[in-house]
């Protein structure tokens, strides 16, 4: 005897890659003639950025260059000097093969850096890059919630889960002009850049997500016609509206944006000043729809009239609670030398870690604020410190058991203080998706040898002596008894008996 199934699907997301891998990028640097021979270099920036990554069979290929800038000071010592250049990078990432198509999100930082001038004209440089990479492929289980066959006892389990929808990812760029504001003399060299997005809302709907954002872009450039370094920022605004199988209003989207390889190009105006910046960045766009669902479950059965053969799978179960997003404010000061003039403040090599426990949602942020700035003797001075710190926020409702973040870390605002100390303030935007990760057991089939002697069929009528917090299906499973009938013969209503007691039990 085979019993028939009777099945609901189930899709969920299979990680094929969830984790980081190391590029190593080692180079040496010729100064090109028109550069002055290095004194001391103040500071060496490297900023990965991805210009593509595709999935393809067991492989996650991923392509970038590497925004190399070196800060240093000229022979004489007085003057902020700066050359730049690219390098370009590659990656192959070995991934669980699948037949699925796959979705990537990659986010590339610098792990570690060493930089030295190993003569006035020549710099060595030794980085490690580092690519968190998750990929996935959207799967379905067919989960047994039902089975017909005579004398067949069943168990049915609910749970509550999120379903997976759809992922996607796009890539788009974005293009503009921006003027100098307030009156800042035209470009000579661009000296340092700063370019991050975020997004600033997502609506799904029908078939469709919306996503608005904007694109932060910073840059410090050395004027024309000489003088004191020159700070500009700006953010250009963006929309995008992305057609997405499956999507309605009801889901639930993770969404991460990412900044890609991008471009600072001074313009030249009609005078023959550069006096705006053309700008072109790469957006990275990555999607992970879910769809809250209610499961139910076979995970067991028995007859009472012969044995059965049972065969169980098991699936994965996530469960997304929400995505909690919020901004972390920390508060610090930077001890100087007899400060004059801030030239720059940045900050990078942020990272945030972030978990679950006793209610609450725990984040560990660290990031590295960046200062160049001017003494009271006119020299320009360079110093970094390490910000290290924990917060906590209340979860309510259903408590999650982890984390995924999401992180961006900017300067809000400083103020000198007095001539040895500078007070700042920083915002680490965070985008946390709080879920519950398990597996659900379910059969599969079950079947009986029909040539097999089946139980005794000798009606009978017992008297069982249970313990306090036994299961009822145990008691009616080992004594081949209708549970139907266990609990309407005892008046109980409950799986679990609340305490000792003896139990009527008829077997038909």
Known sequence: MQAQRKTQPYEYFDFTFDGASEVPMDTEYTLPDYCADIQKILKCSVTPELSSYHVSEDMLRCEGTCDVRILYL????DTLRCCDFTKEFTA???IKSVEEKSVAYVKA???????????????????????RALTVV???CQITYGMEGEGVERRERMASATQAVNAMSHQFYIEDRLPLKNGKPPIGTLLRKEVHCRSTGCKVSQGQIAVTGRVEISFLYQPAEGGDPERMSSSVDFEQVI?????QETCLCDLRVEAGESSLSPREDDVGE???????VGVFLTAFLYQTCQISYLDDAYSIRAPLELRYEETPLLDVQEIHSEVLKKKGT???EEI?????????QDSVRSRCEKGKLFYRVKFTVCLLYQNVQGRLLYMERPFEYETATEQEGELPQKSDTVFLTDLWEYRIADKNSIEISVETWVSSLLYNRGSIRFLSAVSSDDSAPGFPHTPQLLVYYASAGENLWDIAKNHRALLSDLREQNELYEDVLPDARPLILCRR
Not at 74 to 77: A, F, I, Q, T, Y
Not at 274 to 280: A, F, K, L, W
Not at 340 to 348: G, P, S, T, Y
């Open 74 to 77: 000229d022979p004489k010592g």
């Open 92 to 94: 192959n990432i070995a």
């Open 109 to 131: 930082s610098v792990e570690h850096m060493t930089c030295r001038a190993v003569s006035a004209r020549r710099v060595d440089l030794h980085v490690a890059l580092s690519l």
């Open 138 to 140: 959207q799967k379905q």
């Open 243 to 247: 057609a997405c199988d499956g999507a």
């Open 274 to 280: 550069y006096t705006s910046v053309d700008v072109r």
């Open 334 to 336: 930077l001890s100087v």
């Open 340 to 348: 004059q003039k801030v030239v720059d403040l940045w900050c990078e």
